[in-house]
């Protein structure tokens, strides 16, 4: 495609129920971030995904929160018994990052999650 | 914790005017890049300044950085109604990671 896509791009879930956010990187992109916008804040770095390597997961807030990318394409983000807290807008980006320190991440359209 | 702060948080100015936007940032960065977020979009890219360097231009867009300070400042000149939108700056601590500020909210009045 033509650039990042997000799915759904809006999510309303009630308190303790689990739910499952998508990214389809641009193709090609080797390098995959999923970031956290809540309210009037600015942006809060969550996972990023390199090609094979383990995952960066110094940014996810707790447990209840986990990535996957399946086949170096696309990711999920899960997030399990959410909290009134996670509501925020979930952003993945990604870039053609081949070791450089320079690669410009792609934003998608975010993904607005509400938990009532 | 966050890296970049952006300065002022709000700015309203007059269509035609240039706008000027600051951003302070802690700690050591590779590079640090400022984004465009409209409304319910998602961020774009404007601009990438590399740590040594200290200034760049891209049309209409001024960055400046100075190390020494940890800051950064992004200068629209002849601001158009289409810039209205929410600015960030992000540091690139390495390793592929950006950390962004809160943002300063540009309107641009007709």
């Known amino acids: 495609g033509a650039g990042v896509s997000q799915s759904p791009s809006n999510k309303v879930t009630e308190k303790g129920k689990d739910v499952e956010l998508r990214c389809d990187p641009i193709?090609?992109?080797?390098?995959l971030y999923w970031y956290r916008q809540s309210l009037g804040q600015g942006l809060e770095f969550l996972i990023y995904f390199q090609g094979n390597s383990a995952p960066d997961k110094s940014g996810l807030p707790s447990d209840r929160f986990s990535a996957e990318r399946t086949g170096g394409s696309v990711s999920t983000l899960t997030i399990q018994r959410t909290q009134q807290e996670d509501s925020a807008v979930y952003l993945c980006?990604?870039?053609?990052?081949?070791?450089?320190?320079?690669?410009?991440?792609?934003f998608g359209p975010g993904t607005r999650l509400l938990v009532l | 914790s966050q890296q970049g702060e952006e300065d002022p948080q709000a700015l309203s100015i007059q269509e035609g005017e240039n706008a000027t936007m600051n951003c302070s940032y802690k700690?050591?960065?590779?590079?640090l890049q400022w984004y465009r977020q409209n409304s319910g979009r998602g961020l774009v890219h404007l601009i990438l300044?590399?740590?040594?360097?200290r200034e760049k231009h891209s049309g209409r867009l001024r960055v400046t950085l100075d190390t020494s300070k940890k800051s950064s400042s992004l200068l629209i000149t002849a601001s158009r109604a289409a810039d209205t939108a929410s600015y960030f700056c992000?540091?690139?601590?390495?390793?592929?990671?950006?950390?962004f500020g809160q943002g300063t909210r540009l309107t641009i009045n007709p």
């Open positions: 992000a540091g690139d601590q390495g390793a592929q990671k950006l950390v």
């Open positions: 980006a990604s870039s053609s990052a081949g070791g450089a320190f320079e690669e410009t991440q792609y």
């Open positions: 193709s090609g992109h080797t390098a």
């Open positions: 300044i590399r740590s040594n360097e």
């Open positions: 700690t050591s960065i590779n590079n």
